[in-house]
């Protein structure tokens, strides 16, 4: 048995048949187009942690100056 009830020989016959309606050119740019995707997808996701950390540092360094002024405040 193959995937979720499906023989290796079915799915042959459907990539023959996928390969057959829309033929190798179309097929390989289909594949480019959707590497292409993914890729931009993981960059975006990379930027976006990447401005995440940075906010959270950013917002750490404010915490931990506000507390230092608070602290020098109390001892005057």
Known sequence: ???GGISIWQLLIILAIVVLLFG???LKG??????GALKGFKDSMKD???KNL???EQ???NTASQQAEHKDESKL
Do not use: I
């Open 24 to 26: 190798t050119k179309k």
């Open 59 to 61: 917002e750490d360094v």
């Open 54 to 56: 940075e906010n959270k």
């Open 48 to 50: 976006e942690d990447a």
């Open 1 to 3: 048995m193959g995937l």
């Open 30 to 35: 289909m594949g480019s187009d959707l590497g």
